[in-house]
Nanobody
Framework: QVQLVESGGGLVQPGGSLTLSCAAS????????VGWYRQAPGKERDEVAV????????NYADSVKGRFTISRDNAKNTVYLQMNSLKPEDTAVYYC?????????WGQGTQVTVSS
């Protein structure tokens, strides 16, 4: 059974940090490009960060460059999103995705709320 399970979300004050994790099972994680996406209320789901299969290349949305870091541990079938200097506009449900040609898997999402 294919699963992606996100964790690590929560409530944090502006300027704070959170680390999200996404644990994969049921498929060969290491051959998938993995990304984090987010969706705020009333808005479309947007790409936040993507990392290639070996972790050798990453890409970030302009809004999070310099604040967020995506990484992966293929031995643990896990992808991470380190989020620093959080802003209220980062508030959203964060989803992880694993994709390759003809196949895409999504997690159920984890809520991140940035508020004082």
């Amino acid at each position: 059974q294919v699963q992606l399970v996100e964790s690590g979300g929560g409530l944090v004050q502006p300027g704070g940090s959170l680390t999200l994790s996404c644990a994969a099972s049921g498929f060969i994680f290491s051959i998938y490009v993995v990304g984090w996406y987010r969706q705020a209320p009333g808005k479309e789901r947007d790409e936040v960060a993507v990392i290639t299969t070996t972790g050798g290349s990453t890409n970030y949305a302009d809004s999070v460059k310099g604040r967020f870091t995506i990484s992966r541990d293929n031995a643990k079938n896990t992808v991470y999103l380190q989020m620093n200097s959080l802003k209220p506009e980062d508030t959203a449900v964060y989803y992880c995705n694993a994709a390759r040609a003809g196949s895409s898997h999504w997690g159920q999402g984890t809520q991140v709320t940035v508020s004082s």
